[in-house]
């Protein structure tokens, strides 16, 4: 099982940045896929989710209105579009997958929200 983000970086406040997490070795479509972030000395905290089959979607309120989860079953990836970026939006993000027990994570990608 891999999951690789892709995507981070720096960016101005106010910016936009849009994460990408590629998957392989399991059954993508039937996997929720979650996006969680871990800002230096705080606990690691869930941003968004987005279900396999019908492709709900669910955001934790600080982000709720600025960023948007995606995915394509076909090319198993999972996105996410960031806006009106925040310094408090600084962290590390991570791709997650969940299936009845089972959980998978990928290795992170560092965003800095910085002028």
């Known amino acids: 099982v891999h999951l690789v983000e892709s995507g981070g970086g720096l960016v101005q406040p106010g910016g936009s940045l849009r994460l990408s997490c590629a998957a392989s070795?399991?059954?993508?479509?039937?996997?929720?896929m979650r996006w969680y972030r871990q800002a230096p000395g705080k606990e690691r905290e869930w941003v968004a989710d987005i279900t396999g089959a019908d492709g709900r979607m669910s955001y934790a309120d600080s982000v709720k209105g600025r960023f948007s989860i995606s995915r394509d079953n076909a090319e198993a990836t999972v996105s996410l579009q960031m806006n009106s970026l925040k310094p408090e939006d600084t962290a590390v993000y991570y791709c997650?997958?969940?299936?009845?027990?089972?959980?998978?994570w990928g290795q992170g990608t560092q965003v800095t929200v910085s002028s």
């Open positions: 070795g399991f059954t993508f479509r039937l996997y929720v």
């Open positions: 997650n997958a969940e299936r009845y027990g089972s959980n998978y």
